[in-house]
């Protein structure tokens, strides 16, 4: 493959989105990923405008997915985008990623992935009978320090994991509003938008991939207490988690968007026999590794005693902090990157070279369903089916 | 009452003893309380030891504690002791509170308090009906900052409380140490001194204590999974319980004695319709107050603007830290003004002036009994019974 | 002005350059800057290496700046670039300055400006003949928790300002590496590379700016006393400054690159009449500010109730850390965005449109200049001198 | 000698007195100090008073200290007190303590330890010619984790150090409060009864005496600018002083008392070849050790791998927070417990038995007169003089 940029195509991201500018800042930071074309909203006026600002030619800018996708298919090689980014809220995700496999086009989505696990499931099989990827933006597993922490982990330097302690707690709807004008409340409080779950599918699905990332564990039972404490509201806006893993392992997932006063402060906690490890966003470029019987240690993004994987997925030297961005954009470049690399028919992988896909998905999706079934049971234990 | 010192007998604390020497120094530490006897051993040469070491007079100084009590009762009003602290082993609370407290002394246990709910309520009954206090020394209520925080939630300053989380996370017994000849793990493993729970008995029910005074709410339900982690174990080493306030707010409350790494680090947050709330032992002159709205906002010991129980806790300025001692220091301090107070017959008790006493103690053991039962469960929710 | 994206040209920056590719990312970070043509190696071969790997045609890759600048000139205006970065070591932006200036385009320069205070006033006047703007990448002043800071500090919120304490402390000069083929090391050390200060020129000035950014106020007496603590070093590792500032201020500079085990954490503390701020690096979404007589507050990047500029130097809600490239981006695009509005004759510059410039890059060489001076004198205080 | 408490003796702490009872909790602690006798003030009533709140009997309570000490020496071996405990303002400090030691007592007094190094010298001269103990209450060097930094770096596990930075920012004299009733502030900011300097002597001194004490190094050289911010006071209530250490490493010492907004977070830093060290008192129990090329390590108070000095001066578990009072009292019990080891004719002393004495007393009222000849003249460089 001749050396060019990657080329992407976004559906979503249009006037008052959120992810949709993280998203083209994340593919924009690295220099290996151009944005060729759009439909940024199913509003002509409002895609246009969104097209314009990001200076793409009127051509590539579309009001209908479907229309985008069959024009980007007929385009030239040369000319085409490889891929596309799917930004749009929950409800919207399945129908275009679909349509892109089918038509040729790898394949990034926001998380959750889908409505429900068995869309899921179907995305699975389209993407592999058309031998397309899948990237899923679980912006967390992209920070250096935690790929530092799961190659630890995989190393067994701690000995076998015993208790692991997720957290993801929000305030920003500790009130109604999504009864104001705020379009990210709105729809990811609407079921029909956001799926079965409110808080859990939203911010949940991130903890509980954070926590099976960096073990390299899997859940194996539940038993969930979701709550809706804002009056009024129709789904769950926060919820405490009993987990137990495949080895036996216990542990505590808590996510929450009515704890007022917090930002977004995800926190993950996983103790083994030999010690404990520590990571949370607000520090996002320290691990704290405890000892049983030695000091702390604080390892640092950067630093050169670090894994490969925290190394390469890391831009400038030790002291200089990288952000949510820089995590974000580790998926982006790394799809890319693999991208560049199947075009070319390489067939090995190096070991940093990973970004959340679609069994990641599934297993997101299959936590919403499980969680959601989990707390309707009197049962304590909650057997997770995927 | 003539000023004087209140004086103070204790039973246990001897060679290899560690929150005797703790119980000691809380005392010490403002020169209001002076030991007067002791039976610091059932061993003779051992409690003799002890006593000489503290230097008192070596006919203050017993092997039994009924010859203890016994002797002292009938020593002259103006040289018996006026209370007695018990430091022993669980299983050796109740048995001399009893007898002191019916033999006219006031009892100060370390917790918890008995070795069951019936013990606890038991002792309650004799206490009354001799006109006696009981002092249970949970720690973490004595901290200043936790007294503030306490009295701002009782302002309502957060609105209404939606969610606590506590968490209590220890190492110490990741590995068998039982089986080597510490004292202190020993005891603690063994279901006939220590009780039904392990982990949950030493350290969780400190944590439910403290959610349980900082909110001034009462936990109504809970779902316990409870663990043993190290091999061999008798009893809980760790555990996870899902809460539920008389308030319907939620919560989780985690301890845990096998989090290699930890030390003692009991943490705290709440969140209430207008922000949260955290604290934590490691940083302990600090309390994080979290708005939904402003700036977080970091409360210090001994700053003026705090609270009258905050600052009837603290003995020096802001920015010198105190600690633990301190924090234990207080309960001893405000028990043995409230022994001055009652032998001079007042009648109204300062805001600050508390300390926890035999209610805490039978609703800790209830949360022992409880927390037992719920893991042994198949159902999710448990009602909390006293 | 159509929209269109500004075209950015690059001199320096090729093969194991740290600096260039921080200043690629910082630039693509927002999409609206395009790397158009570069001269990235005086080397034919490493300049058609990074050429390539940045995917530029390979007409606009040169190995001349001369060339560079001379063939850009002649393109057409809808081709040509707008402006050029140049990010060689410092020896080597004068004459490139100059020559871009007098051939229209902007400038945007890495620090310190050029390697004498002479160079830096004569760039001023060429810039000012051709009607051109520089930008100076002085980073840490475009955190958003700097902009806040110097927002409330220019409102007097804490009164007048008392004191100043400004440090750099880094490590990775703690042993010789100059001596390896570090590059970064070997330049940085070499006065003819580098110019008559080491650490002051490299990180000392960054220090420099950060005080007279937030402060609003101007050095005008030092007090310098300038080590070299590796042996055979040839200019100063490490120094500390006593500072005075135009309203009265004294403060203090601390810079230094043999602090062994520090990274890159600066940090500022500014003190007033009525309480005081503290910023770092390490944490650097987070403004703590201090108060006489009510709680620390911690303002957090994001955040609703930040000041207009910080606001507008942010890209994603609160919670979601931004680091040093978004700070670093800041600047290209308001820089950016000033040459759109310049372009566009437009008059009004909103207040958190700002970058350091000229002035701030005289200022910069002046303080080199001033620092070895003072530290060769016997005399206390040396008055600075622009 | 028989088993019985150290007897102490007060001079100064009565009504309004903030170190009185600092020392009075301090020597409480360990149960190993007895309070036997006290001048607490020249007001008879006010004497009384203290003597009764601390339960002395009235014959051993004084309003004058020549008296006290007078009739102390005359009672039977038993019953005496051991040493005398000075807490008055600075310029009562010399007479008492004089008299103490020519009359067989030891004294402690808190530091500044004299009006000037003249008298500091003549207490050295009394003490040695009586065989008596002095101890000087420098606070901050009590703290375990001070300790272990301090044998860490005599077994050069650094290297050679490199560099100092020890800071001291108060606030509480940000406005003219000795204009109020403040006593505290009114005696410190009155040249007669504080000495010829301000801030620098009241916290400058501690800030000294840790700089040294965790060394090992002595300040050869300075350069000091002090500044007296608050109109009207007589006295440096600011300062920064250049440092240079005798074993060629440079140093910044700053203290401050109109830092708006700081409580007493009292810092060092020290780098040596390998590494830094990095300990301030707002998180006493950790001491962070940074290296070049590992991670950085927290030690923590209480843990297994501290060194003996450590160990000996903790009292409690890891996790269980000391402060302030503990560190005071590490001073009071090493000090009483060679007063013992005195008493018993031991020879030889455990290297953790330390406390500040005369010869730090010396060098800490030598670090006030020359700061202040220092701050007067224009020379850079003061040669520093005991």
Redesign the interface.
């Known amino acids: 493959m001749a050396?060019?940029?990657i080329r992407m195509g976004m559906i979503g991201g249009g006037p008052g989105s959120?992810i949709g500018?993280?998203h083209?800042?994340a593919a924009?930071?690295?220099?290996e990923i151009e944005?060729v074309s759009g439909c940024f909203s199913s509003d002509p006026a409002k895609s246009k405008k969104t097209g314009?600002?990001?200076?793409l030619p009127a051509l590539r800018v579309h009001s209908s997915y479907k229309d985008m996708i069959r024009i980007e298919k007929n385009l030239p090689e040369l000319e085409k985008m490889d891929f596309v980014s799917i930004v749009t809220p929950n409800y919207l995700h399945f129908d275009p990623a679909k349509m892109a496999l089918e038509n040729g086009f790898h394949v990034l989505i926001d998380k959750p992935i889908t409505m429900t696990v068995r869309e899921a499931k179907q995305l699975k099989e389209v993407a592999e009978k058309n031998n397309r990827l899948i990237c899923l933006t679980h912006t967390y597993s992209g920070y250096p320090m935690i790929k530092q922490a799961r190659q630890m982990l995989a190393k067994e330097l701690?000995g076998a994991i015993?208790?692991i302690?997720v957290?993801y707690p929000?305030?920003?709807l500790?009130?109604a509003i999504e009864e104001t004008d705020n379009k990210q409340a709105t729809w990811r409080t609407n079921p029909k938008k956001t799926g079965v779950a409110g808080a859990m599918g939203d911010i949940g699905t991130h903890a509980f991939h954070l926590a099976e990332y960096v073990s390299g564990l899997q859940v194996t039972k539940i038993?969930a207490?979701l709550?809706t404490?804002v009056k009024g509201r129709k789904l769950d806006d926060?919820g405490?988690v009993?987990l137990q893993f495949n080895n036996g392992a216990?542990?505590?997932l808590?996510a929450?968007q009515?704890?007022?006063?917090?930002?977004?402060?995800i926190r993950i906690?996983i103790?083994?026999?030999?010690?404990?490890m520590e990571w949370q966003?607000?520090?996002?470029?320290s691990l704290q590794?405890?000892?049983?019987?030695?000091?702390?240690?604080?390892?640092?993004t950067?630093?050169?005693?670090l894994s490969l994987a925290a190394k390469h997925n890391t831009?400038?030297?030790?002291?200089?902090?990288?952000?949510?961005?820089?995590a974000f954009a580790n998926h982006y470049r790394n799809f890319a990157l693999t991208i560049k690399a199947l075009t070319s028919h390489k067939k090995t992988k190096p070991e940093w070279l990973d970004f959340p896909s679609i069994d990641e998905g599934i297993r997101g999706m299959a936590f919403i369903e499980n969680v959601v079934a989990s707390a309707k049971?009197?049962?304590?234990?909650f057997q997770f089916k995927v």
Chains 1, 2, 3, 4 share one sequence.
């Open positions: 050396e060019r940029k959120f500018a993280v083209r800042m924009n930071l690295d220099g944005l314009r600002e990001l200076f701690l015993r208790k302690i957290e929000q305030g920003w500790s009130t038993c207490d709550n404490v926060d405490n009993l216990n542990g505590v808590i929450t009515i704890a007022a006063g917090e930002d977004n402060n906690r103790y083994g026999e030999k010690g404990g966003q607000d520090d996002a470029n590794v405890k000892w049983l019987h030695k000091p702390m240690e604080i390892y640092k950067g630093a050169a005693y831009r400038i030297p030790p002291g200089h902090p990288e952000g949510y961005l820089e049971t009197k049962e304590k234990w």
